[in-house]
């Protein structure tokens, strides 16, 4: 998945954050299917279970019906077209959501040979906290961060300390 490239500072902070605000009493269900981050929550104590790798814009019965008590998705809603409507859904009363920003100076991701790794939003924070907002969370927590890379160049040097990475912890609005 990672090929040379492992992310460990953004799980070293994304993990960092889900442990301020998440016990590892409380189950969780982690949008997509698992991945080396579920992996890293599991070994960390938390109860984790992830969903199937259904299409979550179509099909988020696993989201709406889930017992657990809270759910995540880290790096999730990029993909999707309407992640409102599965936000809207959770049932959840517990959200930690994270997404990797948009950059001005980079156009969004896209894979050229996997249709599931392209990105159709690349949020600026407003708009995901407005998002969170209409599907009925309120933000109590978030944080951001830079993801600065090895390489030579004008981009390269704008990702020292352009933030890339938005993470909240949510709770539904009673």
Partial sequence: M???NFPNKRYRHTLAFLQKHINTSESILDLGVENPFSVIMKSNGYQVKNTSGEDLDIDFQNAAQTDADVVTAFEIFEHLVAPF???KEIKAEKLVASIPMRL???PAYRSKTDPWDRHYHEFEDW???WLLKKAGWTIKDS???TN???KIGVRPILRYFTNRY???YAERVP
């Fill in 2 to 4: 990672y090929e040379n």
């Fill in 85 to 87: 409507n599965v936000l």
């Fill in 104 to 106: 001005w100076f980079s």
């Fill in 127 to 129: 708009q995901f906290d």
């Fill in 143 to 145: 944080a951001k961060w």
């Fill in 148 to 150: 600065p890379t090895k």
């Fill in 166 to 168: 938005y993470i909240v």
